[in-house]
């Protein structure tokens, strides 16, 4: 497949790097030559110098005979402009990156396709959807909704006072409500096994149904955090703006903004109900005069990662339980994770993960990106023939880096053991490696 990438910033250097992997035909675009040669030398791909509204680079960029086009750099009406050009050329699909949530709208839907660009993609708003869904439990890193919510996906770090630390998994008992699917211990990612354990410091990943959340809960030794009911968000970014708008109405929220003009913005995008204050988050003194010790949620969204870490840092020093940091350099992610700062929000990581889930050949319902491992959880559903009907799980032989988390029969979520047959029907969620998302295809056809 041949897959054309105009930008090379973040979400796009990340998308080619998991595409490189997949031994894809990827060929990136972009108008820095220092950009493309550093990805070029690291990375299985074709660098091209050039501007993605040329027809002149577009076609030396072979989109004429690409299966996907995907523009990405930071301008939205170049994004734009890059995709129709790319479907006149002759491209079989392409995606735009945006930074305007009315695009998103479903009557607009239509009128994109017919100029030739067949999907839009807003990082910032996805970003903002998995900050709601995450402070809705205080006690979590991570939660995915699968079926409507019939099956989850919840990251925990472990404490000491966690009743399933340090027993072999091989030992819980058979009738037990969840699946451990992996276990990230400092920088290694463990897909378990019968003999491994459960660590305290461990951050893991189980896979549910949402009636056992509360059970989920008391297992881990979480029944001290409070959920949520007020926030303050440091940085009135795009994220900021659209997650705001997300929290329920009973929930109290602050936005700080160091900008003067921006908190004027501010005040005419989101609702009347969130309180906008010009100032320096950092600022312990500001803090405490807006009551930190009595907030239930931090959420650093500023544009340096280092700052939001430290942010965090001094929110949870100030009382917060809950801490959230925008942290756009993946190196960064470990060491954050090892300050035990609390959850983190990786856009091109949720953007790269989305297009990624547009490549597969198979009709796969979602791709999620784990923040905290590298890993993708994916919903696949189950046709009449497919191959993973045919034999129990524990016969199908599936790709080392792979585990089936549960599975959505008839709307009801049900947790999956060796033994178990799936059947035509059926959606299966599965936690794997980004590299094996693609091997996966062939057990779905």
Same mark, same amino acid.
């Given at each position: ?161 966690? +009743?399933?630390?340090? $027993?072999? *998994?091989? =030992? ?9 699917? !992996?276990?990230? @211990? &400092? ?107 009595? +907030?239930?949620?931090? $959420?650093? *969204?500023? =544009? ?9 840092? !001094?929110?949870? @020093? &100030? ?127």
């Amino acid at each position: 497949m041949r897959i054309v990438i105009a930008g090379a910033g973040a979400v796009g250097t990340h998308l080619a790097k998991m595409l490189s992997v997949e031994n894809e035909n990827v060929v990136l675009l972009d108008e820095s030559e220092e950009k493309l040669g550093k990805m070029e030398s690291l990375f299985d791909l074709q660098a091209i110098v050039g501007d993605p509204t040329k027809i002149s680079a577009l076609k030396s960029a072979g989109v004429d005979n690409a299966e996907l086009f995907v523009a990405v750099t930071p301008d939205e009406s170049r994004n734009i402009t890059a995709c129709i050009l790319a479907h006149y050329l002759g491209a079989k699909k392409t995606i735009a990156r945006i930074d305007n949530y009315e695009y998103l709208q479903p009557k607009h839907k239509a009128y994109f396709e017919s100029l030739g660009v067949d999907t839009l993609i807003y990082p910032e708003q996805l970003a903002a959807e998995e900050i709601a869904t995450n402070i809705k439990y205080s006690w979590m890193r991570q939660m995915l909704e699968f079926g409507d919510g019939a099956l989850v996906m919840i990251g925990v770090k472990i404490r000491d006072n966690a +009743t399933i630390k340090g $027993i072999p *998994l091989k =030992d819980f008992p058979s009738d037990i409500p969840y699946h451990v699917v !992996a276990i990230q @211990r &400092g920088d290694e990612t463990i897909i378990p096994r019968g003999n491994d354990m459960i660590m305290v410091n461990d951050l893991v990943c189980f896979m549910t149904t949402s009636d056992q959340i509360q059970y989920m809960r008391n297992i881990c030794g979480k029944e001290e955090f409070t959920e949520v009911n007020s926030i303050i968000i440091m940085g009135g970014s795009r994220i900021a703006v659209r997650t705001a708008n997300l929290i329920p109405d009973d929930v109290n929220v602050k936005i700080i903004e160091s900008d003067l003009n921006r908190c004027h913005k501010l005040l005419e995008l989101v609702d009347d109900r969130v309180m906008i204050i010009n100032g320096d988050a950092r600022d312990p003194e500001l803090l405490r005069s807006e009551g930190i010790d009595r +907030t239930d949620a931090f $959420i650093a *969204l500023g =544009d340096n990662s280092e700052t939001n870490i430290l942010a965090c840092m !001094a929110a949870k @020093r &100030g009382g917060v339980f809950r801490t959230i940091s925008e942290i756009e350099n993946i190196d960064y992610i470990s060491m954050a994770e090892s300050m035990d700062i609390g959850s983190v929000i990786n856009k091109k990581k949720i953007a790269a993960s989305t297009i990624f889930q547009m490549l597969l050949n198979t009709d796969v319902l979602s791709v999620k990106c784990l923040s905290f491992i590298q890993a993708v959880v994916a919903e696949f559903p189950v046709r009449e023939d497919s191959y993973i009907t045919r034999k129990p799980v524990k016969n199908l032989g599936l790709p080392e880096g792979a585990n089936i988390g549960g599975l959505i029969r008839n709307g009801e979520g049900m947790n999956v053991t060796g033994n178990t047959m799936i059947q035509a029907g059926d959606h299966v969620v599965v936690f794997c490696r980004e590299h094996v998302l693609k091997k996966l295809e062939k057990y779905f056809k």
